[in-house]
């Protein structure tokens, strides 16, 4: 699906907010993926994404009668998001924070070899897989929620800092040199203990059955692996000037988009068939 422009998303506005059904809609399905990527790097985990996906587009459906077209349509949406985001307090990690040197520790100690098989014939290969992308985005969680979304926002989505900083309102400066030092954090924790991105001695096909036995992954239900990737440039319009705040964007390849999943797209479109349209005029 073609990304629409600030001059399409704005005409869309207008008619959702004067009762236009169909453009309400339009505007949910675009803004959908976006949110959807930036809840899962948020949170950690698809299910948890899911939740905080529907309640930030339910929060944009009955608040966008307050767009008054002073940013673009996509921005607006981005701070409400993480707005709601940096606040999410129902999500696992909220109740069991994690932290690099509680990570370090279990990749340096865990017990991986007296494990039995509990791939239950899945490929050992695909569930590797399925480890390196949950591991990587649930790594995300080792930095405060501040600091995971301005690294979220400048490594995934690609905001120069103009605008990243308008979204988190602090100064473009600030958020340029926390985005290099959590960047720099992140990479010189891949560097000293992972072997699929860095120099460290873990490796995703050895820790599958150690992962699967701490409900870390399913080998039935692989929620990575099983979603649709999809280009970045289709979800965002990524600026073509990039400011060149550090050396480290090849080390954060895991940052992939993802389709947001179908059963949020079903709720959103019941929550839109049973809703009355004076709700978002009014509200």
Known sequence: MKKKTNEELQTLVEKATAGDKNALEALAADMQNIVFNLSLRMLGTFQDAEDATQDILLKMITHLSSFR??????????????????????????HHPLSFEFYGADIENGNIRDVPDLTQNVEKELLAEELKMSCTNVMLQCLDPESRCIFILGTMFQLDSRLAGDILEITPENYRQRLSRTRKKMADFLGQYCGEYGSGKCRCK???????????INPLQPDYTSAAEIPVETMLDVKNAMEAIDDLSQDFSFCKPYESPERTKHLIQEFLASTQLSTVRNS
């Open 206 to 216: 050895d820790r599958v059955n150690y992962a699967i036995q701490n409900h870390r």
């Open 69 to 94: 077209g002073e940013s673009s349509f996509t921005t607006w949406v981005f701070r409400i998001a993480v707005n709601h985001l940096k606040n999410y307090k129902k999500h696992m990690f909220a």
